[in-house]
Antibody, heavy 121, light 110 residues
Framework: QVQLQESGPGLVKPSETLSLTCTVS????????WSWIRQPAGKELEWIGR???????NYNPSLKSRVTMSLDTSKNQFSLNLNSVTAADTAIYYC???????????????WGQGTRVTVFS | QTVVTQEPSFSVSPGGTVTLTCGLS?????????PSWYQQTPGQAPRTLIY???SRSSGVPDRFSGSIVGKRAALTITGAQADDECDYYC??????????FGGGTKLTVL
């Protein structure tokens, strides 16, 4: 059973970089797409981006200039860096497997439990 | 950026049938958008219900079904139960490896 767990600071100061890690257990992160998705309190989900094998990344165009994702296969983890944060980046951040348009995994899931990040000075 | 639209809220009677939809601010949704649907209860991570328009995720009861209705993707819930009361999100593939979630529908069972 694949499980995901987010980790990282719960508080980030404005203009600094938000850094989160997702640890995957139960399967190798190689050969799959892995995404970050966030949700401000009381609002909808927002796809941030995905990474595949440290070779391919796709980012939400509205966040692309501030986002970097990476994979560490030795630790079976993938990471999110979001720079120049503002209060608008305050949200619950989820990591999830997927998604892809191929038949292998055309959905987001499983999901991590989410980690709350507050941008606060 | 294209906006994915969902009904903000919907209500259904216990035992009734409800169809939630997912559309585009411009254009029609087809299976090539790979619509998938997620259920989210308060304080919890989303749960996958439907993927690839109409495939049910493992463990999801057959009360939940997906389809394309007209120009929109649709999630139909039959025999609505009290614990179906929560938020439902669709997500569509927009090309170039990018995905966009809808604004979500808050379903009330009463």
């Amino acid at each position: 059973q694949v499980q995901l767990q987010e980790s990282g600071p719960g508080l980030v100061k404005p203009s600094e970089t938000l850094s989160l890690t997702c640890t995957v257990s139960g399967d190798s992160i190689s050969g799959s797409y892995w995404s970050w998705i966030r949700q401000p309190a009381g609002k909808e989900l927002e796809w941030i981006g995905r990474i595949y094998n440290n070779e391919h990344t796709n980012y939400n165009p509205s966040l692309k200039s501030r986002v970097t994702m990476s994979l560490d296969t030795s630790k079976n983890q993938f990471s999110l860096n979001l720079n120049s944060v503002t209060a608008a980046d305050t949200a619950i951040y989820y990591c999830a497997r997927g998604s892809t348009t191929s038949p292998t995994h055309p959905w987001f899931g499983p999901w991590g439990q989410g980690t709350r990040v507050t941008v606060f000075s | 950026q294209t906006v994915v639209t969902q009904e903000p809220s919907f209500s259904v009677s216990p035992g009734g049938t409800v169809t939630l939809t997912c559309g585009l601010s411009s254009g029609s949704v087809s299976s090539s958008y790979n619509p998938s649907w997620y259920q989210q209860t308060p304080g919890q991570a989303p749960r996958t219900l439907i993927y690839s328009t109409n495939s049910r995720s493992s463990g999801v009861p057959d009360r939940f079904s997906g389809s394309i209705v007209g120009k929109r993707a649709a999630l139909t819930i039959t025999g609505a139960q009290a614990d179906d009361e929560c938020d439902y999100y669709c997500v569509l593939y927009m090309g170039n490896g990018t995905w966009v979630f809808g604004g979500g529908t808050k379903l009330t069972v009463l």
